[in-house]
């Protein structure tokens, strides 16, 4: 595969991403007890919550209309030349790039490089790291950063008009 199918990856993890911060910062932590990363979470544990979706219709909606995301991942792409995908994707990269500028602030969640060793003290937060490798035993962790991370510092979404229907993530067009 080439260069173009990676920077869509990328793309659709950025996605994920931001849905995944608009969750946390919609509802934030509800208990300041933390569970270590070497103790399994009991299914009768957890406590699932309904979510508010407008956050995350409007973010798709932004998305849709600068970067046509949207458009973008509902198209099948079999038909395309690797360079006309790459092509497409280098616009929704750039647009999805001006929506995280906009309405996002991101800071990494750990400071060290990319690549360098870490030690992990009892009581780290683990909503912050994920462990992966051999995890056994109880911290402090030993590892190798493999990724900083991302953290919402702040969120500025615009305000919607009341009554404003959010499912409609792109209006149809209509030329007269």
Same mark, same amino acid.
């Given at each position: 595969?080439?260069?173009?199918?990676?920077?869509?990856?990328?793309?659709?993890?950025?996605?994920?991403?931001?849905?995944?911060?608009?969750?946390?910062?919609?509802?934030?932590?509800?208990?300041?007890?933390?569970?270590?990363?070497?103790?399994?979470?009991?299914?009768?544990?957890?406590?699932?919550?309904?979510?508010?979706?407008?956050?995350?219709?409007?973010?798709?909606?932004?998305?849709?209309?600068?970067?046509?995301? &949207? +458009?973008?991942?509902?198209?099948?792409?079999?038909?395309?030349?690797?360079?006309? %995908?790459? #092509?497409? /994707?280098? *616009?929704?990269?750039?647009?999805?790039?001006?929506?995280?500028?906009?309405?996002?602030?991101?800071?990494?969640?750990?400071?060290?490089?990319?690549?360098?060793?870490?030690?992990?003290?009892?009581?780290?937060?683990?909503?912050?790291?994920?462990?992966?490798?051999?995890?056994?035993?109880?911290?402090?962790?030993?590892?190798?950063?493999?990724?900083?991370?991302?953290?919402? &510092? +702040?969120?500025?979404?615009?305000?919607?008009?009341?009554?404003?229907?959010?499912? %409609?993530? #792109?209006? /149809?067009? *209509?030329?007269?």
């Amino acid at each position: 595969m080439t260069i173009q199918f990676d920077v869509l990856h990328a793309v659709l993890g950025v996605l994920i991403l931001l849905l995944l911060a608009l969750y946390v910062t919609k509802k934030g932590p509800k208990t300041s007890q933390r569970q270590s990363a070497a103790e399994p979470v009991e299914a009768a544990d957890t406590q699932l919550e309904e979510t508010d979706p407008d956050s995350a219709l409007q973010l798709l909606a932004l998305l849709q209309q600068d970067a046509r995301f &949207v +458009d973008f991942v509902k198209e099948d792409l079999a038909s395309f030349s690797d360079a006309d %995908i790459g #092509a497409a /994707a280098r *616009v929704v990269h750039e647009g999805c790039g001006k929506v995280l500028s906009s309405y996002f602030s991101l800071s990494p969640v750990r400071q060290e490089q990319e690549e360098s060793s870490i030690t992990l003290p009892e009581g780290f937060d683990a909503a912050e790291v994920r462990l992966t490798g051999n995890v056994v035993g109880q911290p402090p962790f030993k590892g190798t950063l493999i990724h900083r991370g991302w953290k919402i &510092v +702040d969120v500025k979404l615009p305000k919607v008009v009341q009554g404003h229907n959010m499912r %409609i993530v #792109a209006p /149809a067009e *209509v030329e007269l």
